[in-house]
């Protein structure tokens, strides 16, 4: 009975606590707290309603249970049934108030899953399906949070002691990961991750040099939405800095390959908010990617004429969000293959 005992202990320890800091009146007895919280969470959500208010519930009862509750049925007693004489033309309902608050969109999870595929993002961001596909996702979150404690550790001026901390970093963000994701990396996957972090930890020491900045949240607002994106890492002395962005996945063969074509047009825009943001000049935006053991950089160069470019095509993909226009299908049936919502949308034929 000694887990009885501790938790006898711990409920005095809050009484005591509870007892000096509560501002609670005097009037809600410690009886009677959790029946106050009780109805003042549902006077909460009933007093949202501006015309008229509508409760639902199966209408049940058993042995066991029933439905409404024992804490409501008086009420549901005396309200009117809706099929039973009521007149919907007596009320006067007003439009729905437009929100003046502007919508954030982000560069990865919105502007470049709906150019990837409007059906895909429909699916996972307005209807809010889950993708059951987490391994890629688990997998480079992973990575990018090491490889942040380890541009955390160098802004400390802690290089020193990044070796003895590496695993420990990594084993405490993949634990973190697992309760948010529901998810676990199968072993050669874990391993390969580790990989990835010892490779970079080994043999980029020459990227470490002169950074100023690690996870640097970067935003655009115009007068219709708001648009957000994060790069890894600002490097840089005096007023001229390099972007550099980390890739998980295969370093492209060519250059005109669709993905890395994406990729640029982010960072273009990247270098655009950064010297807004910092009032400095952008020299070069890079792409390191973290699988590939000989020459991982991908270099690309600012262009002003394109980054006004994109930031009307941006708007462009907005308009078709906030329109609920899901009407382009990728034409790249590789991105299929890894899609959960292939079978519903037709282009993968299970048959075959």
């Known amino acids: 009975m000694e887990w009885l005992q501790n938790r006898k202990e711990n409920v005095t320890i809050l009484d005591s606590i509870y007892k000096s800091f509560s501002d609670r009146n005097d009037f809600e007895t410690e009886e009677d707290i959790k029946y106050y919280d009780f109805w003042r969470r549902y006077y909460v959500a009933y007093s949202r309603a501006e015309s008229l208010l509508v409760l639902t519930t199966p209408i049940v009862s058993s042995g066991r249970s029933q439905s409404p509750s024992k804490y409501f049925s008086s009420l549901w007693e005396s309200i009117t049934p809706y099929n039973e004489g009521m007149d919907f033309d007596e009320f006067d309902f007003r439009d729905e108030k437009k929100s003046e608050l502007k919508q954030s969109y982000a560069f990865t999870t919105d502007i470049s899953k709906y150019e990837r595929c409007s059906v895909e993002y429909k699916m996972f961001r307005e209807l809010g399906f889950s993708e059951i596909r987490v391994g890629s996702t688990l997998f480079g979150s992973l990575v990018h949070e090491t490889i942040e404690d380890i541009h955390e550790a160098i802004l400390r001026n802690e290089t020193d002691t990044i070796l003895e901390n590496l695993e420990g970093w990594f084993e405490q963000n993949y634990q973190g990961l697992v309760l948010t994701e529901h998810s676990y990396l199968a072993p050669s996957s874990k391993a390969a991750a580790m990989r990835y972090i010892n490779n970079y930890f080994t043999n980029s020491k020459d990227m470490w040099q002169n950074i100023r900045e690690a996870e640097v949240r970067l935003s655009y607002s115009n007068d219709d939405y708001i648009l957000n994106g994060q790069i890894d890492m600002l490097k840089g002395k005096g007023n001229t800095v390099e972007i550099v962005d980390f890739k998980t996945g295969d370093k492209p063969k060519n250059m005109s390959d669709d993905m890395l074509q994406s990729y640029e047009k982010q960072l273009q825009v990247y270098a655009h908010l950064v010297e807004q943001k910092y009032g400095v000049e952008v020299s070069q935006m890079k792409l390191y990617y973290l699988s590939a053991t000989d020459d991982p950089v991908i270099s690309f160069v600012?262009?002003?004429?394109?980054?006004?470019?994109?930031?009307?095509?941006?708007?462009?993909?907005?308009?078709?969000?906030?329109?609920?226009?899901?009407?382009?299908?990728?034409?790249?049936?590789?991105?299929?293959?890894?899609?959960?919502?292939?079978?519903?949308?037709?282009?993968?034929?299970?048959?075959?």
């Not at 308009?319 to 034409?331: A, C, F, G, L, R």
């Not at 049936?333 to 959960?340: G, Q």
């Open 302 to 352: 600012k262009d002003e004429k394109r980054i006004s470019d994109m930031m009307d095509e941006f708007s462009g993909i907005v308009k078709k969000i906030e329109s609920h226009d899901y009407s382009t299908m990728t034409k790249d049936t590789s991105i299929c293959k890894d899609c959960d919502m292939r079978y519903y949308c037709g282009k993968s034929n299970p048959k075959k």
